[in-house]
């Protein structure tokens, strides 16, 4: 993750340096556009190979893929075209790389410590934003972009063997919070009187009885037709088919794409603008943006110091709504010490929706679905998400900050809505 951030820094740096702020722009969002069409395929990757091989790899990819263009760097000047392929490349990566990461922790540890490792990453993914932004600069400051670009790829190729380091464990089966596997990945051309739909009779020994065929003569047991080969789009549909019957899955990933739709805008692009507006300087937004940090820091240490949270569906719901409020009152502070103390407050409650919502992905989801859950929770937030920020400046110069973020936390808050909603999310807790 500290390699990431080194990375885009050094990225925006040297598309400012080679073209116009348009084009830079266009540089920087480009590689969500590969990420957002590819996430679901990415998500099948990762449940047929599994999650450590195609992290591991995708890893070695986005090293190998920085440090070219790292040394093409040092001896030719960087051209708009190298750096928006390499953008498009980590986009590619990025789209089978996030969904394996997301099955990781099932494979890690048990499900009553997922909750805790959800709080740890937060705890990563902050002091890698803390870290990785001074040492992006630092890398451009001593020897430009070619020297953070090769600062990056070495981060990240540290990361690598320690991948190799982990050991796996066999995940423990999900059945029993919300749907079962039997229930909701039946064959999509399932139909009455099919041989499938035979119920299984056993008897006292335990060896499965056989089954009058209808005919005169002995019992025999119904002949069951060959399984269908298994294909990338026969694990996309039922990946897809598994989160739409689930109970608690369909719902909750419905609640975080409306929650990450309203945040991104506001937080980001909208954050800058208002900044600008209001006259508090590079270094109120920058207080601003600590402050944010810092509650979500805190969300995430709590879940990681307790491991668990009562009626987690809930708190995280309840959280959300809040947190939406906040998002519009931001708008609406008087000052810069106003506005640090409401973007606390946001990090806070962000950051505990957010844990508690990714904790309960990894606690409800079947193992052997994980990849493609996390792929289609991520495809908003990860992948079409940082597209609505052109959208969100554009709305901000017709209509102002005020409305633009009213609106933007009334989006947020329909995720709190559908979480409260649905009965079976709103009591959905996590293993103790």
Known sequence: MIGDNVFYIALSWAAVQSGTPSQAGLVMAVSAVPRALLMLGGGVVADRFGPRRVVIGSDAVRCAAVLTVAALLFVAGPGLWLLALLAVVFGIVDAVFMPAVGALPARVTGRDQLARVQGMRGLAVRFANVAGAPLGGLGVALGGSATAFALAGLLIAVSVPLLISVRMREPVSAVGDGASTADVVADADDTPGDPED???????????????????????????????????????????????????????????????????????????????????????????????????????????????????????????????????????????????????????????????????????????????????????????????????????????????????????????????????????????
Do not use: K
């Open 198 to 432: 035979v119920p299984a009779r056993v008897d006292e020994s335990g060896t499965p009885a056989r089954v009058p065929d209808g005919r005169d003569g002995p019992a025999v047991a119904p002949e069951r037709p060959a399984p269908a080969p298994a294909t990338a789009w026969r694990d996309l549909r039922d990946g897809l088919r598994y989160i739409r019957g689930h109970r608690v899955l369909a719902p909750l990933i419905v609640a975080i794409a409306l929650g990450d739709l309203g945040f991104v805008g506001p937080l980001n692009v909208g954050l800058a603008l208002l900044a600008d507006q209001r006259g508090w300087g590079a270094s109120g937004m920058g207080l601003v943006v600590a402050a944010f940090g810092a509650g979500a820091g805190a969300a995430a240490l709590l879940l990681a110091w307790r491991g668990t949270l009562p009626r987690a569906g809930s708190a995280g719901a309840a959280a959300l709504l809040c947190g939406s409020v906040a998002i519009g009152a931001l708008a609406y502070v008087p000052g810069v010490g106003a506005a640090v103390g409401v973007a606390l407050a946001i990090g806070l409650l962000a950051g505990l929706s957010g844990a508690l919502c990714g904790a309960l992905l990894q606690t409800q989801s079947e193992p052997a679905y994980l990849g493609r859950v996390t792929a289609v929770a991520g495809i908003v937030s990860l992948g079409l998400a940082p597209l609505s920020m052109p959208l969100t400046a554009a709305a901000i110069g017709w209509w102002g900050t005020g409305p633009v973020f009213v609106a933007s936390a009334v989006v947020c808050g329909l995720g709190g809505v559908v979480a409260l909603g649905v009965r079976d999310l709103r009591r959905a807790e996590l293993p103790r």
